[in-house]
């Protein structure tokens, strides 16, 4: 089975619903503008790299998807700190690290000796893997500094605020794994599913990239835990006169 090419006419019929909620949000008075924005740019930033991976996917050099990769690394962990209201060097670059540490290692293994890619850098899975490991690592990373803050600010201790932290930042990815097979079909094995490619095949793949998330995402996440105590941003809250004597 191939999969079909979906006609401009068809497509604009999945927008249906999507006007529909905004003009519901406009009549709530809610802010409707953020999702016009939002799918706005989710339709440039589709369209885009869309035209952008046809190259890089016939791309034959080693280097050139070593220095996207680079680039995802970089701009993922930039917007990881999003939550922290102030940022630093210092932040970054434990976040760029957690990161690549995590998100990295787990890459190798599963695209090196698992995939056994041929050659090693192949775009056409190197960058959708990756896509995948430093997305999540990234929201994991939002997730856990976020409610870190938040567990040191309300007097918790550092090594109390950071296990909540930790437990907080991997929820999405432990209801994945409790909820695919029975809730959901995760996207890779749908996407599988509707090429053409038996199920049992894509269970494995599936299986492979639930493994990889979550170990990316924990790896990632207890690397930056670790380096944040270590930060001057949060020995001041931790000296803060609630945070005493615990």
């Known amino acids: 089975m191939i999969v079909e090419t979906i006609p401009i006419s068809n497509l604009l019929l999945a927008f249906i619903p999507v006007i529909g909620l905004t003009l519901l949000m406009w009549r709530w008075e809610l802010d409707y503008r953020n999702v016009v924005y939002a799918m706005a740019r ?28 680079i680039v995802m690394i970089l701009v993922s962990s930039w917007i990881a700190l999003n939550t922290i209201k102030r940022h630093s060097l210092s932040l970054y670059v434990m976040a760029l690290i957690s990161i690549g540490l995590g998100g990295g290692t787990t890459l190798l293994l599963i695209s090196q000796f698992v995939l056994e890619i041929d050659p090693w850098f192949s775009p056409r899975f190197m960058i959708p893997l990756a896509g995948m490991v430093f997305a999540n690592a990234m929201t994991s990373l939002s997730l856990a500094v976020d409610r870190l803050n938040s567990e040191i600010d309300s007097g918790a201790s550092y090594d109390k605020a950071r296990g909540t932290a930790f437990q907080t930042a991997l929820i999405p990815i432990t209801n994945s794994l409790f909820a695919v097979g029975l809730v959901s079909l ?24 639930m493994c990889m998330i979550f170990s990316s995402n924990g790896i990632s996440t207890a690397c930056f835990l670790i380096f944040l105590k270590r930060d001057t941003y949060f020995q001041e809250k931790l000296d803060h006169p609630n945070n005493q004597d615990k």
């Open 186 to 209: 995760p996207g890779m094995m749908t996407g599988q599913i509707l090429s053409g490619v038996s199920p049992f095949i894509a269970a494995r793949y599936q299986i492979l990239v």
């Open 42 to 69: 989710m339709l440039v930033q589709l369209l885009t790299v869309g035209y952008v991976l046809i190259y890089i996917f016939d791309t034959e050099s080693g280097t050139v998807v070593l220095a996207i990769l």
